[in-house]
């Protein structure tokens, strides 16, 4: 069974500030990728990561995906309040028994204060 | 192209009740899985669906069951409702095996309260 652990749980930050957000296995993953999701919706695609060390920017958000793969970070620098809402990551295994399944974690809740 | 849509949006059931959520994959996707939020949690993975047949399963029980049609779209079924059936239903389609990175795109949800 893969694990992905998320940290922190929850952030509430001021505009402005820098944060960075974990997520950490002890499962080797074949990609990973990182949502956004707002109350009521469902989570928003914001990348995917596939190769060990990899670095992705997305304007203000870094994303890095461990030389192992088992493990990924994001940065949001300079966050603004329309950054507020629940971030996901979610670890592939390819080929499993449990077909192409994402295994999630916790989450971080971010609120972003003007 | 259109997304990931799902019906309906809201739904109150009560205890021992059966429901079917329904969900139509993004145009050229041919795979749909099936996750369950609890309110404050990720999503846990229920089973997805290819080519009409189930691909893989979660840790659900059997009551939880689905359907994929011909034009991909997808259904989820819950019988003998419990109280902890309560949650965010969440849709997603992708490539399959067609996709080396399995991203999902997910649809709005179906949010299922049980009384």
């Known amino acids: 069974t893969q694990l992905l652990e998320q940290s922190p749980q929850f952030l509430s930050i001021q505009e402005g500030e820098n944060l960075t957000v974990y997520c950490n296995s002890s499962?080797?993953?074949?990609?990973l990728q990182w949502y956004r999701q707002e109350p009521g919706e469902g989570p928003v695609l914001l990348v995917t990561?596939?190769?060990?060390?990899e670095v992705k920017k997305l304007k203000r958000l870094t994303f890095q995906f461990g030389d192992a793969r088992k493990d990924s970070s994001l940065h949001i620098t300079a966050a603004q309040p329309g950054d507020t809402g629940l971030y996901l990551c979610?670890?592939?295994?390819?080929?499993?028994?449990?077909?192409?399944?994402?295994?999630f974690g916790g989450g971080t809740r971010l609120m972003v204060k003007p | 192209e259109t997304g990931v849509t799902q019906s309906p949006t809201h739904l109150i059931k009560t205890r021992g009740q059966q429901v079917t959520l329904r969900c139509s994959s993004q145009?050229?996707?041919?795979?749909v899985s099936w996750y369950q939020q609890a309110l404050g949690q990720g999503p846990q993975f229920i089973f997805q669906?290819?080519?009409?047949?189930?691909?893989g399963r979660g840790n659900f029980p059997p009551r939880f069951s689905g359907l994929q049609f011909p034009n991909y779209s997808s259904e989820l079924n819950v019988n003998a409702l419990e109280l902890d059936d309560s949650a965010l239903y969440l849709c997603?389609?992708?490539?399959?095996?067609?996709?080396?990175?399995?991203?999902?795109?997910f649809g709005p949800g179906t949010r299922l309260t049980v009384l």
């Open positions: 997603a389609s992708s490539l399959g095996q067609l996709s080396s990175y399995n991203e999902q795109f």
């Open positions: 499962s080797v993953f074949s990609s």
């Open positions: 990561v596939v190769t060990g060390g």
């Open positions: 979610a670890g592939s295994v390819m080929n499993n028994n449990a077909g192409n399944m994402l295994t």
């Open positions: 145009s050229g996707h041919n795979t």
């Open positions: 669906y290819y080519r009409e047949e189930e691909n």
